[in-house]
Structures are given as structure tokens and as C-alpha cells.
């Protein structure tokens, strides 16, 4: 009699989970906007994916971060990037949470379902925009508290190791860092796991807020050319950061790339001087291999000579 020992794989927001929960652990997640980014960030070894919500809303609708994207957006994009390496924790920007306690509730249990590993939620309103844009209105403290205990309800609920995050804009905004500081201690005693303070204008406040709030893993946003100064991952966790997002590692070049690119060829007719990409490698980042193997295990042929 065979036994077989293999352990079933560690969900990703228990591995997540630990991570934070270790007090030497750091997480350390490249912002990804579509499915070739998420593949071209794993393919580079990361071993958490961030899905910004300023790349989903312009890469899946075209649009800027100001509230255009809805759950359903959030939710069916988040699902994608999860479910192409379902061993890697992704955590996926929320916004809001979409409405009031019982909408977050939902929210988060449909980012369970997709395979969302943890999210962040803010106290922007409803009618809100990227946290390194100005002039952002916020609710009040007792609203955003509600929808982290909303969030953290939900994710009891259903008995998972779902990470929830914390995030506040009051910085930029009337109290300041005392308003914020506030806010993240709510939010704390209403059971969130992290802390994320946007838009940090210093290493000064940086270094504050975690002295500030010791003992409590705080997220850092590197939105380079944004609010906050750029720091590397190394100083980022002498600093004494647990968690480090870079929102928009990926969409940015991807962006200047693509304006070089159209515009040579709008203006030559062809496309000079760029890198050698065949449809073949294209594909193959995309995962080409995998599937050939899926169809010559099952006995296909549909890849017997070759692609």
C-alpha cells in the first residue's frame, strides 16, 4: 500500500498571512495592470503580485482612478491575475469597498472567491480618486471603522486567512497626520491586519508613523513621481516597513513603451529598432508550454507537430 504524504498546497492568503504575522517577514509585490504583466512579474520572481486599481481602471476600461471601475470590474480582473499562479498571494486594491458595511461585506467575499489573498480599503467617499491626486473628501472616522469591521467580519465568516488592510488619505487633508493616525488606530481596534498610510510626503513621517504604530505591520505605496519620495526596498524596511507596493512598476514603462512604439510607427510606417519579440515568445511568456503539456497528457494532438 502506497501513502501518499503530500501536503495540499498552502492557500495564498494563509502564506500571505504568515508573512505579515512574522516579524522578520516583508512583503515585497510589484504593481501588475492585466494578465501579461502578472506572467511577466512572476516570470521575474516575485512571489507576490499587487493588483493596483489606477492600472485596472485604465487598462481595463481605458479610464482614470477617479471611481469609474465597480466591483464587478475589480472583482473579474482580480480573479484573472489570481487564478494564473493560484500559489501566489495577490493583493488587490478595493477602494471604498463599494458602498456601505454590507456592500464591503460582499466585496470582500467576492475577492475571497476570486482568489484574492488580501485588499486594501480606504476612507475616501464613494466619489474617490488616486490617492496622489488632490483634493480627495473623506467620511468620517465612524464610517470608515465600520467598513473595516464590515471587511473583517466577512472574511471571519467564511473562516480565511484573508489579509485586510487599512488604508487612510487624511493625511493630505484637514487633523493631518494626528487625523490619520487616528483613523489607523480605529481601524486597528476594529481588527484590520495592516496599515497604510497614503500618501507619505517624507522619510520623516515615514519613520513617525511606525514608531507611531509599533507592533502593527504599516504598508508603504511607492507611487514614484507621486506624493511620496522614492525609496528602495532596502530602505524601506530599515525604515521598519512590513509591506511594500509599487503600483505603477509595470503600467508606466508599458505606457512610454507603447507611445514610442505607435507613434514610430504612425510617423515611419514601420516598427525600427525594437526588441526581437515573435508571436512565439509572446505567447510563451503567456504560458504556450503549459498548455502544449495539458493537451499531450490528455492524449490531444492538437500540438503533436509542434507550434
Not at 495540499?8 to 504593481?31: C, M, Q, S, W, Y
Not at 522614492?230 to 525604515?239: C, D, H, I, N, Q
Request: with cysteine.
Amino acid at each position: 500500500m502506497t501513502t501518499n504524504n503530500t501536503s495540499p498546497p498552502i492557500h495564498p492568503a494563509t502564506k500571505l498571512r504568515r508573512i505579515i504575522e512574522d516579524p522578520n517577514g516583508f512583503v515585497f509585490a510589484p504593481g501588475v495592470h492585466d494578465g501579461l504583466s502578472a506572467r511577466v512579474a512572476l516570470a521575474s520572481g516575485f512571489d507576490v503580485l499587487y493588483m493596483t486599481g489606477a492600472g485596472t481602471a485604465a487598462s481595463r476600461l481605458g479610464q482614470p482612478d477617479i471611481a469609474l471601475t465597480t466591483l464587478p470590474d475589480m472583482r473579474a480582473h482580480a480573479e484573472m491575475i489570481a487564478s494564473l499562479s493560484p500559489t501566489t498571494p495577490l493583493i488587490a486594491d478595493m477602494d471604498t469597498g463599494f458602498g456601505g458595511p454590507s456592500n464591503v461585506h460582499r466585496s470582500v467575499l467576492e475577492y475571497i472567491r476570486a482568489g484574492v489573498a488580501g485588499a486594501h480599503i480606504e476612507d475616501q467617499t464613494q466619489q474617490k480618486r488616486c490617492g496622489h491626486l488632490s483634493n480627495k473628501q473623506l467620511v468620517s472616522m465612524d464610517v470608515f471603522v465600520s467598513r473595516i469591521r464590515a471587511a473583517v467580519a466577512a472574511r471571519k465568516s467564511v473562516g480565511s486567512d484573508f489579509v485586510v488592510i487599512a488604508r487612510t488619505d487624511a493625511l493630505a487633508g484637514e487633523g493631518g497626520y494626528e487625523e490619520a493616525l487616528r483613523r489607523l488606530k480605529g481601524a486597528r481596534g476594529a481588527g484590520a491586519d495592516v496599515a497604510f498610510l497614503e500618501g507619505v510626503p517624507d522619510k520623516e513621517t515615514m519613520g513617525r508613523v511606525i514608531r507611531d504604530l509599533e507592533g502593527w505591520p504599516v504598508l508603504l505605496n511607492m507611487v514614484e513621481y507621486g506624493r511620496t519620495p522614492t525609496v528602495s526596498v532596502e530602505e524601506a524596511r530599515a525604515l521598519g516597513f512590513r509591506v511594500m507596493i509599487w503600483p505603477f512598476a509595470g503600467i508606466a514603462p508599458a505606457m512610454v513603451a507603447m507611445k514610442t512604439a505607435y507613434k514610430e510607427l504612425k510617423s515611419t510606417g514601420l516598427m525600427k529598432g525594437q526588441e526581437k519579440v515573435t508571436p512565439k515568445d509572446l505567447f510563451g511568456m503567456c504560458g504556450l508550454d503549459e498548455w502544449v503539456k495539458v493537451d499531450m497528457a490528455a492524449g490531444g494532438e492538437d500540438f503533436r507537430n509542434g507550434v
